[in-house]
């Protein structure tokens, strides 16, 4: 069974970098959508981007100064880096797994990184 | 972006019922139309994709319709372990988008 589990730093410093890596096991990483899903207190889900197994991401307009994610099919994970963090990119972070075409369905969720920025 | 809304907000049901969400694209999203269920503390659950589909493993009592603009998330006798929030999602246009959520709680 595919299980997702992200692992990162649970607090960071305002105006530094955010960083999260996914590991996947249960299946191979190859064929698929990586998508980053970010959940902030009292606010709704927010979509970060996906990155294709091959290596092409496409990010949310809104965030693509500040994010990049890479994947490393030898070791079946991916990353995410949000640099320049401020208060409002408090939130859970889920890393997902994003089939279909164009990778609009979103079947396979991790647990939830909860993330919190300090001043 | 493409925004998304829902309505109710919140409702209060109770068990065996059977109960609508509605959710609203502002633009066309074609079928490519996602719902959820979350849990407090936990991950958010597919239970249908593509407007209409039912994920697998997701009981038949959950069923969706809808396209373009306008879809439907229905759940038939309502069970306990139903009580929960409910998020649509459209996975047509980047990036993709959630609505606000549908809170389901006990009359």
């Known amino acids: 069974q595919l299980r997702l589990q992200e692992s990162g730093p649970g607090l960071v410093k305002s105006s530094e970098t955010l960083s999260l890596t996914c590991e996947v096991s249960?299946?191979?990483?190859?064929?698929?959508?990586w998508g980053w899903i970010r959940q902030p207190p009292g606010r709704p889900i927010e979509w970060l981007g996906y990155i294709y197994y091959k290596g092409d991401t496409t990010f949310s307009p809104s965030l693509k100064d500040r994010v990049t994610m890479s994947v490393d099919t030898s070791r079946n994970q991916f990353s995410l880096k949000l640099k320049s963090v401020t208060s409002a990119d408090t939130a859970t972070y889920f890393c997902?797994?994003?089939?279909?075409?164009?990778?609009?369905?979103?079947?396979?969720w991790g647990q939830g990184a909860p993330v919190s920025v300090s001043s | 972006d493409v925004q998304m809304t829902q309505s109710p907000s919140s409702l209060s049901a109770s068990i065996g019922d059977t109960i609508s969400i509605t959710c609203r694209a502002s633009?066309?999203?074609?079928?490519?139309l996602s719902w959820f269920q979350q849990k407090p503390g936990k991950a958010p659950k597919l239970l249908i994709f593509?407007?209409?589909a039912l994920q697998s493993g997701v009981p038949s009592r959950f069923s969706g319709s809808g396209s373009e603009t306008f879809f439907t998330l229905t759940i038939t006798n309502l069970q306990p372990e139903d009580f929960a929030t409910y998020f649509c999602?459209?996975?047509?246009?980047?990036?993709?988008?959630f609505g606000p959520g549908t809170l389901v709680d006990f009359k």
């Open positions: 997902v797994r994003q089939s279909g075409f164009r990778g609009m369905k979103i079947d396979v």
């Open positions: 633009e066309s999203v074609s079928s490519y």
């Open positions: 999602q459209q996975g047509f246009t980047i990036p993709h988008t």
């Open positions: 249960g299946d191979p990483i190859n064929g698929f959508f």
């Open positions: 593509a407007s209409s």
